[in-house]
């Protein structure tokens, strides 16, 4: 009965996110009409709330009535879990996901006054949006699907690699950064529509921007965290396709970050920021298609039904499309004549989005070209790390170097550029002498390696320097661009030690008896067998030694869950400040012995730290009082 | 020229829309299943876990052999699917092709067995014999005879639309 109530509230407020649409689109706007539009929004986001909502309690009180949660949750989760079960599938992913896109619109419609010229025709775009995917979700996969009359005692359960902490709110993060693009794009398609080209959409939609890709660094380096430790693999990043594909809003969006900085200072660049603003919405939509219309295998494949996928991707199109139509039949109004100057901030930025756009571009033909090949051919191939790392290293590389000269560039201005300045001289001599340390000390033979760290130090002995600058000498800083920038380049050092040092083995132990790997020897001491909530575990009780003789415990453990017999590896990593030891356990082989496989990984929590660093950067720019 | 630059912008997202919706559509004809029938292929291999020989005459009843590897990315994708197989009660034999024994058991002792037996074909002959092109590739077996054949992904999609038809139409693994 319950379920109904929320059913039929997501129903209404589909209808009112129409009529919201309809009517900000077609009449003309006064301030009746615009606080109308608002209040009836507000009214429709209010619906699917308690929607949402009862959906939640109905899954936390184990109401297995619900095909889904049936599917999905269990009586012996912990609720936390049975909460998260909601996002652990298709159907339940999606409602978070149309959720998502109402409180963001919600959000803005509260937080944007009634005069604001764009308000009406931005809060009408995004319930457009929103009856779209409402649509979606209510014909081809309804999660409010009942089994009656009589309901199962207990649910199916979720897939045990799912129960973790950082699982359960890593989608969520991750959604609320990708609908989160809905402002800007919503934004530039009503300024786009309203026509006048004096209306300062980038400055009202900045923080949105900044909030919205804050999320999306959270929720991506969330999931590579989460991929480390329990997929049991050991690496951060591994080029999957749903990886990729949130990986692609993320640098275009970051390129809209920069590019709405130009446009805001000296209205350049308009046409790349508004192209810039539907692409990382495209991306995002784009996101959902792959992940949702499961054309693409991967570890993440989820519900594969052609339906569901033609439907997203007539949407899509139709979304995409019409904006990219609207962008073009508008492109001479928000065209800029003036040249920008060449050496000036706007130059290096345009630059900048030049790059981003390439690798965004790559990554998609990364992503499709397998697929064209398999329907050309019938075979199939895989484009994995070379072919990224291929494109990567030497455009990030380039960027980094663009980026290390232009700190010193002025908006708007020639002039004032020096190509070797002392504060230049210092990070170059302080990169310089830091990298041959690396070079002979660890003997690199690769020139690509070298050359990252080299740019990363760059990097940041530069902005270190100006901060210095500014600290002391209380020259000018924009803090949000400083951390962002250390972050990047703490981020290039870091990945690349981390692939020059990393080292893995598989080893043969049995009980009671010792292995040597480098400079540490690895006891294997015990083996017990111990018994989880859901599931039976055999843990491994290893003692590891350094040469020094400091020596620490570490327990991987091998879990089968009862309600599906799925087996799950545990890891059990030693984490220190420079590097991770890194334990899974694998089969006993006929001699008895057990096959361990162990990994250090160097410096790898330096590559999530570099990452939340950027977001926190961005966390300070929205906090600041200050306009820009 | 700035003309073709506009263009360019509609043109790009549109060919990739075209692309996908060949895809999609294209999904439903499944290009791997094959349906001719023949008899098993004589063979004699050891088994992975144990080492012990075993003959084509040995395997009894009705049967899926899957075909895998660990290096194989799309059979760790399509492995949870099998142990499901297995624990609906269809026995699955493995052929671990062109594989070293010691990553095949590690792959196990990670992902979890669904296998009632595998057998060793690290020379590939004897999925040489069966028509194998690549892993995963699997096979319905009734009463010695091959009567399906699938590359690729095996999901609950394939399995009910290649599979099933002709599990119900032989009355297999009752």
Redesign the interface.
């Known amino acids: 009965m319950i379920v109904e109530v929320s059913h039929f509230l997501s129903i209404i407020s589909t209808g009112l996110f129409f009529l919201v649409g309809c009517f900000s689109l077609t009449i003309k706007n006064n301030s009746y009409v615009t606080s109308l539009i608002s209040r009836t929004y507000s009214h429709a986001f209010l619906f699917l709330f308690i929607s949402f909502l009862i959906y939640v309690w109905l899954a936390a009180t184990d109401n297995f009535s619900v095909q889904y949660i049936y599917n999905h949750s269990n009586s012996d989760l912990p609720v936390f879990y049975k909460i998260s079960s909601i996002w652990s599938a298709h159907e339940g992913s999606m409602f978070l996901w149309i959720f998502f896109l109402s409180v963001w619109g919600f959000v803005f419609n509260i937080a944007i006054k009634n005069n604001q010229i764009l308000k009406p025709k931005t809060i009408g775009i995004i319930s457009l949006i929103l009856v779209g995917f409402l649509l979606f979700l209510l014909i081809t996969s309804n999660p409010f699907t009942t089994i009656l009359p009589i309901a199962p005692l207990n649910g199916a359960d979720i897939n045990p690699v799912l129960q973790d902490p950082a699982l359960a709110i890593h989608p969520p993060t991750l959604y609320l950064g990708y609908v989160g693009f809905v402002i800007p794009f919503a934004c530039s398609i009503a300024f786009l529509i309203n026509g006048d080209p004096d209306v300062k959409w980038e400055k009202l939609v900045r923080k949105w921007s900044v909030s919205a890709w804050v999320f999306l660094t959270v929720g991506i380096t969330l999931g590579s965290w989460w991929a480390y430790y329990e997929l ?1 693999w050991g690496g951060y990043w591994f080029w999957d396709p749903v990886e990729n594909v949130a990986l692609m809003p993320w640098l275009a969006a970051t390129a809209l970050l920069h590019s709405l900085n130009v446009s805001i200072k000296s209205s350049h660049l308009r046409t790349w920021t508004i ?1 810039l603003s539907i692409t990382v919405f ?1 991306l995002s939509l784009f996101g959902a ?1 792959i992940v949702r ?1 499961g ?1 693409i ?3 993440h ?1 989820f519900a ?3 339906q569901r ?2 439907y997203l ?1 007539a949407f ?2 139709v979304i ?2 019409s904006s ?2 609207l ?2 039949s508008r ?1 001479s109004i928000i065209k800029n004549l003036s040249n920008i100057k060449i050496f000036s901030k706007e130059s290096f930025i345009s630059i900048n989005n030049i790059f981003f756009g390439t690798l965004t571009f790559s990554i ?1 033909l990364g992503v ?1 070209y397998p ?2 090949y398999e ?1 050309l051919f ?1 075979q ?1 191939i ?1 484009v994995g790390a070379p072919f990224y790392n291929a494109i990567f290293i030497p455009i990030v590389i380039l960027a980094s170097l663009f980026l290390f000269f232009s700190i010193d560039s002025k908006w708007s201005r020639n002039i004032g550029l020096k190509i070797f300045t002392k504060p230049i001289g210092l990070s170059l001599l302080l990169s310089v002498s830091v990298t041959t340390i690396i070079f002979f000390y660890f003997e690199v033979s690769k020139i690509f390696i070298l050359l990252s760290v080299f740019t990363g130090l760059l990097v940041i002995f530069r902005y270190l320097i100006e901060i210095w600058f500014s600290l002391f000498y209380k020259k000018y800083l924009n803090p949000f661009s400083a951390i962002a920038h250390l972050a990047l380049g703490l981020l290039l050092v870091s990945i690349s030690l981390n692939s020059l040092l990393s080292t893995e083995r ?1 080893l043969n132990i049995k009980i009671n008896e010792f292995e040597n790997y480098k400079d540490l020897k690895i006891y294997f001491n015990d083996l017990r067998v111990n018994k989880g909530s859901n599931y039976d575990a055999i843990r491994a009780e290893f003692y590891i030694e350094d040469k020094k003789g400091n020596g620490f415990n570490l327990s991987p453990e ?1 879990r089968r869950y009862f309600t ?4 799950t ?1 545990e890891t059990a990593i030693h984490v220190t400040p420079i590097k991770d030891v890194y334990l ?4 006993q ?2 001699d008895g012995s057990w ?1 361990v ?1 162990i990994q250090i990984n160097f410096l790898i929590r330096w590559i999530w730290f570099s990452a939340f660093l950027m977001a926190f950067a961005g966390i300070i720019l929205i906090s600041s009082r200050r306009r820009t | 020229m700035k003309k073709l630059l506009q263009l360019s912008i509609i043109i790009l997202p549109i060919s990739f829309f075209l692309i996908f919706f060949i895809l999609l559509t294209e999904e439903n004809q499944f290009p791997g299943a094959d349906y001719r029938e023949f008899d098993l292929p004589v063979f004699e291999l050891k088994i992975l876990n144990n080492d012990v020989s075993i003959a084509n005459s040995d395997l009894e009843g009705d049967y899926v052999m899957n075909v895998w590897a660990s290096w194989c990315i799309t059979c760790r994708i399509e492995h949870p699917y099998l142990a499901s197989l297995a624990k609906n009660g269809i026995p699955i034999i493995g052929i671990n092709y062109k594989d070293e024994k010691i990553d095949a058991l590690e792959w196990l002792s990670k992902y979890g067995n669904p296998y009632q037996l595998i057998v060793q074909d690290y020379k590939g002959t004897l999925a040489l014999d069966m028509g194998v092109t690549g892993a995963p590739e699997t096979f319905l077996v009734n009463k010695g005879k091959i009567v399906a054949h699938y590359e690729g992904e095996i999901n609950d999609y394939v399995w009910n639309q290649v599979f099933d038809p002709i599990i119900q139409e032989r009355g297999m693994f009752k």
């Open positions: 049991g192209l495209s298609f219309s054309i295998d991967s570890v494949s594969n039904d052609p996928g033609l991707l899509i199109s995409v499309l990219l139509c962008f073009i492109f998609m499709v697929l064209i329907y019938d199939k895989s598989a091998k599906r017999g799925q087996i590896t899974t356990i694998g089969d082989l006929d096959i496989n």
